[in-house]
């Protein structure tokens, strides 16, 4: 392996010793004589992540949120009685509307968990992306839902139900989580 320490400037923020390679894979990139306050650091009561309180919640909330999606709509392609509260053209036409936003939010959802588990720095903005394409996707399949008596439907309306309260609470762990961490999450010292 190649020895960062014979370079001719210093990484003050704990990557001295690193192999290339492994400093390369390391979750933060160091800027020549800065320093940043959460070097990489194994941290056993949250499971081997530097990082905020919950951290492993919240990625895994991340990463199941976005599986989820991605099982919705393969469903909904493919099988769509198994997630289709009810039939006919309108509803239709509403439910196809939502792929491309479901697939932003999925996007968000897994640059936020990756982004946790490797300190970056984006990992807010797209915590927040994905806490407001959440919050608007929930108002809207709720408020169409509500307007269209969804709900009532037989097991698929509670299926839609279930989607807007996992929605809607994900939404709002995630707003909370990242407001109250941000300066973390930022980098900086709270």
Known sequence: ???????????PCGFEGLSIWEFARAPRICVPNTTFPHAPTIDDHNGGMAGPKNSRSIVTACFLGAAVILAYWCAWFTHRSAVAATTGPVYFGF?????????????????AGIGVLRGWRSTL?????????????????VLYDLEHGIW??????????????????????????????????QGSTP
């Open 152 to 185: 009532g439907k037989g097991g698929n309306g509670l299926v839609e139900l279930g989607i807007n309260l996992v929605t809607g609470i994900l939404t709002i762990i995630l707003g909370r989580w990242s407001w109250v961490h941000r300066a973390e999450l």
């Open 1 to 11: 392996p190649h020895d960062l320490s014979g370079m001719p400037w210093r990484y």
């Open 125 to 141: 903005l797209f915590l927040w992306m994905g806490a407001g394409a959440g919050a608007y996707l929930f108002f809207m399949d």
């Open 95 to 111: 439910e196809n509307a939502f792929p491309a936003a479901d697939g932003w939010l999925a996007l968000c959802l897994v640059g």
